[in-house]
């Protein structure tokens, strides 16, 4: 069974997680699940998770539930909600990325694509563990506040076992595919006139007022899901760490996720040191990289909220991140860092990801240009092995990337001669 206990305070909240949907304990911190340690020792649970990767039954092809000992042991096979999520590609950077990067010699980089998810961001892993609790608990209908791609991975998993369930998004604000997937897998969508904070709120009222199951990564279920990001990339490593892990952060579900799936692993045995976790944040949607900077004079600087944030990449344009605390508690455990890049420096590492035939979102671009930071200030030096996580897919955000290279359209008449005149040169 896996316990519930407050994030702050250490209390425990239920001795079963999956007793209580409670998401806050009385103190006002977010809860986590804490699983028990796997029993099996370190070569026999890789040996099983290698093994389930040539199996045919569901939870065995999921790159979630392959790891269930640590993700959700209490969970009965049965009942695992399962689109066959993760199994994402990790790409060495090619030659251009690197170079565009200044990796110094010696020094390797991949960059693991968490787009490849069935819906296209790494939502699905821990809308999965997060859509199964639920339901295990009975919920009957399913609610989150999304920026689009939390909402697009919960109507999936909500309509693959017929559940009805409602996304409030900023009106507005979502690009069209998260909003035409959300859409096309049948959420009611409802748009709020205000932020994504102002949608996060009524969502969490709302769940309370009218009995929803909340889907959002304050969720602890969700967290435990994303958990295997981490887990996958290092089985993708052959189980030897990299020195840094770096991905964007917005709600900081994520970086809270991937520093719990680090702890535990060192704890289970399955790796020796825990890799450094760079997240990083939109310049125009910084609170957290902001209060991580004043932390390192005053230890006791209180977390301030972004009344306001702005930028061009909507996944984490979030002003008042509700894991903040869970994940200055990672940072802190993995000799982590926070800090933030502007758009136009998050764009740049765009056009470099997608140039390179991988392609991602604009949020999720941040990461790559977070590895390039890194390397400029020396953190990342000769012979560093760098994981960063591309979080979305390409066509999640198709204005932006459409509209940025409008001027590399040729438009010809239909004959050979000026076919011949534009492909001039190649
Ligand atoms: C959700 C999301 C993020 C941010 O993750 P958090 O857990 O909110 O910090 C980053 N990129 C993409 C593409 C996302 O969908
Ligand atoms: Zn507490």
């Not at 702005?310 to 894991?323: L, M, Q, W």
Request: hydrophobic content about 45%.
């Amino acid at each position: 069974m896996s316990r519930l206990a407050c994030v702050r305070c250490g209390a425990l909240a239920a001795a079963d997680a999956l007793a209580s949907d409670a998401t806050a304990c009385a103190c006002g911190a977010l809860l986590e699940v804490l699983p028990p340690p796997p029993q099996a020792a370190p070569e026999a649970l890789r040996a099983r998770f290698d093994a389930r990767r040539a199996g045919r039954a569901g939870p065995d092809r999921s790159g979630v539930w392959r790891y269930r000992e640590l993700v959700a042991p209490a969970l009965p096979e049965a009942a695992l909600v399962s689109r066959g999520e993760g199994n994402t590609g990790l790409y060495e950077a090619p030659a251009a990325l690197a170079r565009w990067a200044g990796l110094p010699e010696g020094a390797r980089w991949w960059l693991k694509h968490e787009g490849e998810n069935p819906t296209g961001s790494f939502k699905d892993r821990g809308m999965c563990a997060g859509v199964t609790a639920a339901l295990l608990r009975g919920a009957r209908a399913l609610a989150c506040a999304s920026t689009g791609n939390t909402s697009a991975s919960l109507a999936s998993y909500a309509a693959l076992r017929g559940v009805p369930c409602v996304v409030f998004v900023p009106a507005g604000k979502v690009t069209t595919g998260k909003l035409a997937q959300t859409l096309a897998y049948g959420a009611r969508v409802l748009e709020v006139e205000g932020s994504f904070d102002d949608a996060m709120r009524l969502v969490e009222e709302a769940a309370r007022a009218f009995g929803l199951g909340l889907l959002n990564s304050v969720n602890p279920w969700r967290v435990e899901g994303q958990k295997a990001i981490g887990l996958e990339l290092l089985d993708d490593l052959g189980w030897a760490p990299p020195d840094w892990i770096v991905l964007p952060a917005g709600n900081l579900g994520n970086v809270s996720a991937l520093g719990k799936a680090l702890r535990e692993a060192r704890g289970a045995g399955l790796i020796e040191r825990l890799p450094r976790v760079a997240c990083v944040q939109a310049a125009g949607a910084a609170p957290f990289a902001r209060w991580w900077a004043a932390l390192g004079s005053d230890p006791a600087a209180p977390f301030a909220p972004e009344p306001r944030p702005e930028t061009v990449a909507t996944a984490i344009r979030i002003g008042d991140p509700r894991s903040w605390e869970k994940a200055r508690r990672e940072l802190a455990a993995t000799q982590g860092t926070c800090f933030a890049v502007d758009d136009a420096t998050l764009l740049a590492a765009k056009v470099q990801v997608d140039a390179a035939g991988i392609g991602c979102e604009p949020a999720s671009a941040a990461a790559a240009a977070g590895v390039r930071r890194l390397v400029a200030e020396g953190a990342i030096g000769p012979g560093a092995r760098v994981v960063s996580v591309l979080t979305g897919h390409v066509l999640k955000d198709p204005e932006t990337t459409a509209a940025h290279h409008a001027g590399a359209r040729v438009r010809v008449a239909a004959d050979l001669g000026a076919i011949e005149a534009a492909i001039g040169g190649l």
